[in-house]
Every structure is written in C-alpha cells, then in structure tokens.
Nanobody, 120 residues
Framework: VQLVESGGDSVQAGGSLRLSCTVS????????LGWYRRAPGSECELVSK???????FYRDSVKGRFSISQDNAKNTVHLQMNSLKSEDTAKYYC???????????????WGQGTQVTVSS
C-alpha cells in the first residue's frame, strides 16, 4: 500500500490550499481515508475522514472551512482547506485504515506527509 500526498505550501492567513492523496495497492471498500496533522509541540490529531460509504467527519476546529472528497476512479482523496488560520500550520498526513480515530498510533497506512504553513 502506498499513499502519496501533494498540495502542501505556504500561504497567508485566509488563503486556501487543496491537498491530494493518491492511494495504490489497496481497495477502499469498507475502509476510511483521512487526514491527520501534527504541529511541532502539539498532539497528532485527526482532521477529517471519509468512509467508503461517503460519510464524512470533521474535527470542530475545521468545520465549515475544510472539505474532504474522494475520486474513487482515481483512488484519490482531496482536502480543500479554505479560510486558513495560523493554527492550521502543521504537517498533514494521508492515512488509510479500518477506523480512523484521534489515536495516531493505530495500525493504519500513512503517507509521508505534506507541510502546510499559514502565516498571519
């Protein structure tokens, strides 16, 4: 299984970014694809996830600003991030697993991460 993220960048507060993750070597059925982030000195946290039935989860701090979507034909998941804030600065990881929670030590597949830096 391989997960490859792209789209991280440095932006001004209020700006937007779109992260993408392409998954190979795995079938999405029955699994969850999501985005975690980890900032220096902070706990790893689950930002958003999408289940194979299309249902979605967002942590409270990103609701209304972030949107997750999937392209099953391309085995790709996107995270559209709008109205970015400095506190969104972190390395974002694409993760595939049976059930994704805030427990970042779960037995899941992780990408290498992409850096998002938001300056105020």
């Amino acid at each position: 299984v391989q997960l490859v993220e792209s789209g991280g960048d440095s932006v001004q507060a209020g700006g937007s970014l779109r992260l993408s993750c392409t998954v190979s070597g795995f079938t999405f059925d029955g699994s969850e694809l999501g985005w975690y982030r980890r900032a220096p000195g902070s706990e790893c946290e689950l930002v958003s996830k999408i289940r194979s039935d299309g249902s979605q989860f967002y942590r409270d701090s990103v609701k209304g600003r972030f949107s997750i979507s999937q392209d099953n034909a391309k085995n790709t998941v996107h995270l559209q991030m709008n109205s970015l804030k400095s506190e969104d600065t972190a390395k974002y990881y694409c993760v595939l697993g049976g059930r994704l929670t805030d427990d970042c030590t779960g037995d899941n597949y992780w990408g290498q991460g992409t850096q998002v830096t938001v300056s105020s």
